[in-house]
Antibody, heavy 117, light 107 residues
């Protein structure tokens, strides 16, 4: 069965960077893109970016451009999301998900990133 | 960016009610629209894609319709497990964008 398993809760100080991993299994890794979405406490869903494990192409939301980097590691079927220049308003749950032509059909369990001094 | 607007912001309903949620796009997105259900503390689940296609395993009481700029999600007979927050999302063009979400609450 399709699974996306993310790394655990992380706490960082303002100005630091965080890297969240997302290990995919149960499907052909290079056949589907992976998107990342975040959700601040009590708020809605915000799409951050997209990566194609097939060729490494990326798309980023303007809001995160320059601060977010998505990478893939095909041998381990893992996708990484790195967010730099962390601020308190980056405190959120971060989800990776399988992007099936834009419909987000399988979601990771989420990784809580807390930014606080 | 394409803006997605959902209405109403909150919806109170009873078990057995027919519930309709609306999502409007700021420009035409054809049928490139998905609906998600999110329960507290959980990741969202895809329930409808391509505006009206039911995701595998989703009960048939859920249906979607619309094209262009106006879309609806209908739950034909609300069940206790359907009380949740519902989001629409367009995938006509990057960046993918979500509506603000509608919480379906127990009346």
């Amino acid at each position: 069965q399709v699974q996306l398993v993310q790394s655990g809760t992380d706490a960082r100080k303002p100005g630091a960077s965080v890297r969240v991993s997302c290990k995919a299994s149960g499907y052909t890794f290079t056949s589907f893109a992976v998107s990342w979405v975040r959700q601040a406490p009590g708020q809605g869903l915000v799409w951050m970016g997209w990566i194609s494990p097939y060729n490494g192409d990326t798309k980023y939301a303007q809001e995160f451009q320059g601060r977010v980097t998505l990478t893939t590691e095909t041998p381990t079927t893992t996708v990484y999301m790195e967010l730099s220049g962390l601020r308190s308003d980056d405190t959120a749950m971060y989800f990776c998900l399988r992007d099936n032509g834009g419909a987000l059909d399988y979601w990771g369990q989420g990784t809580l990133v807390t930014v606080s001094s | 960016d394409i803006q997605m607007t959902q209405s109403p912001s909150t919806l109170s309903a009873s078990v057995g009610d027919r519930v309709t949620i609306t999502c409007r796009a700021s420009e035409s997105i054809s049928i490139w629209l998905a609906w998600y259900q999110q329960k507290p503390g959980k990741a969202p689940n895809l329930i409808i894609y391509k505006a009206s296609s039911l995701e595998s395993g989703v009960p048939s009481r859920f249906s979607g319709s619309g094209s262009g700029t106006e879309f609806t999600l209908t739950i034909s007979s609300l069940q206790p497990e359907d009380f949740a927050t519902y989001y629409c999302q367009q995938y006509k063009s990057f960046p993918w964008t979500f509506g603000q979400g509608i919480k379906v609450e127990i009346k």
